[in-house]
């Protein structure tokens, strides 16, 4: 249920300027989240630089553009917010991320620490735990047979290994799914969708805070290594509680798409199923194509901060841009046969992780949990089939599964 309503708070409903398309298109519907990929083509086809008419905002669809508007953080800025909202007219609902919502030079010094905290060595050292408990995993639910992908494997990996990784204690981590389903939410209009999931997580956004705090992390957990960074003066200690923030916001529910992603391709498409189960060494492009395919975060906004044109458009400064990564990472312009899941694409470019300062920092980890499930499994698994509807769970700004029943065979 989206109200059907403009948002005045946020523009509302606004007539294009003059030369700029408008298009009825609402990306924030359950209408949309069903089947977004005849709007995303002519969100693309439509012009480079195309109008909203329900939100009174303007949007690129195209890869080209897409990454364009990531790469230029000086005129395309962070710091007023990636959702609808503007920080500077409409206030924000919680204290913004100093990585995610910043731009430099605030933006380079948290970057620099979360660079550190989810570098290559952190990820080397948890990759053995990771395998081991894929492997475990798996073996379960090859002995069951029939399991929900989403909330067996996808919600249940990520859940199992990345809290103990970053050293949460054990209670209250079921707070985690719907702060990142909240926070995510608020990327897009205030619409009712964002309001029950804040609702719903109300108890959640005081868990986080505590459980970002340094005492509450045990010793070896890699969310240490902030504070660690903050003690040789890198960033206050203030600034690494909220880089550990930063990472419970969007380190889960990220993957837990992610991996929902990957297992709904392969079981949709039998033949990449086979390539891998052939060739392991495919599970690590096989995520990264499931990434570029489904494309987990589907949009982000940028704030423009000084006057400057899109398809010879003129933007004023305040002007907020949706970008739509989703789409692009389907632009045939960009894509041979975009609606194709194809392990053995070259799919280095895709902007499912972002593109420029602020790509996707935890993209180690997220890969890391990627690969080590689906080596598993092509170890472990059969055959593997999709033996009911799937059920979307829709959200402002991520794409992916509530339910995926699948019957799989062992090997
Ligand atoms: C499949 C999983 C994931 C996807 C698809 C994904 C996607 C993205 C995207 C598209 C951005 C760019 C945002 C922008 O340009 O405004 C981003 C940034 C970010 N991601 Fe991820 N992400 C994933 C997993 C993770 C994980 C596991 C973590 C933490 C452990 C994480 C933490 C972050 C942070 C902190 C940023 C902000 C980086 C910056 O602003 O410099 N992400 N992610």
Same mark, same amino acid.
């Given at each position: ?23 009825? *298109? ?14 995303? @083509? ?18 690129? @669809? ?101 809290? %103990? ?9 079921? =707070? ?48 240490? *290594? ?20 930063? *990472?419970?916001?969007?380190?889960? %529910?990220?993957?837990? =798409? ?20 052939? =060739? ?48 692009? =990472? ?8 975009? %609606?194709?899941? %194809? ?69």
């Amino acid at each position: 249920m989206d109200g059907g309503k403009a948002f005045p708070e946020l523009g509302g409903a606004v007539a294009p300027p003059p030369g700029v398309p408008g298009l009825d *298109i609402d990306p924030f519907s359950e209408a949309f989240f069903a089947d977004p990929y005849p709007d995303h @083509a002519r969100l693309r086809d439509t012009a480079p630089f195309v109008w909203l008419i329900k939100y009174g905002i303007g949007a690129i @669809a195209r890869y080209e553009d897409v990454r364009k508007v990531l790469l230029d953080w000086e005129t395309f800025s962070s710091a007023r917010g990636v959702g609808m909202a503007d920080f500077a007219k409409h206030g924000r609902f919680r204290l913004p991320s100093i990585i995610l919502e910043s731009d430099p030079p605030q933006h380079t010094r948290s970057r620099a620490v979360l660079n550190k905290t989810l570098s290559f060595l952190v990820m080397k050292s948890l990759r053995e735990t990771f395998a081991a408990e894929a492997d475990r995993m798996i073996d379960e639910l090859v002995e069951k047979r029939e399991f929900d992908g989403c909330a067996e494997l996808a919600e249940a990996f990520p859940l199992r290994v990345f809290p %103990d990784a970053i050293g949460m204690n054990r209670e209250g981590r079921d =707070n985690l799914l719907p702060y990142g389903d909240m926070v995510f939410n608020s990327f897009g209009p205030p619409n009712q969708r964002f309001l029950a999931s804040a609702t719903r997580a109300e108890a959640a956004f005081t868990w986080v805070e505590t459980q970002a705090q340094r005492e509450n992390l045990s010793p070896d957990g890699f969310g240490q *290594i902030c504070y660690q960074a903050a003690d040789k003066g890198e960033v206050t200690h203030k600034e690494a509680a909220m880089l550990v923030r930063a *990472i419970l916001t969007a380190g889960v %529910d990220t993957t837990v =798409n992610g991996i929902g992603a990957v297992l709904f391709a392969l079981a949709r498409f039998p033949g990449e199923w086979r390539k891998l189960r052939e =060739n392991r060494s495919l599970a690590r492009p096989a995520f990264e194509e499931a990434i570029r395919f489904e494309s987990p975060v589907q949009t982000f906004f940028r704030t423009v901060t000084r006057p400057t044109t899109l398809d010879g458009h003129p933007l004023a400064e305040g002007d907020k841009i949706l970008m739509f990564l989703g789409a692009a =990472n389907r632009d045939p312009l960009k894509w041979e046969n975009p %609606d194709t899941f %194809d392990i053995e694409r070259p799919v280095a470019g895709h902007v499912g992780f972002g593109v420029g300062i602020h790509a996707c920092v935890g993209q180690l980890l997220a890969r890391l949990e990627g690969e080590v499930v689906l080596d598993a499994m092509a170890r472990k698994i059969g055959t593997i089939e999709v033996t009911g509807e799937p059920e979307r769970r829709f959200n402002n700004t991520l794409r992916g599964l509530k339910k995926l029943p699948l019957r799989v065979t062992a090997v």
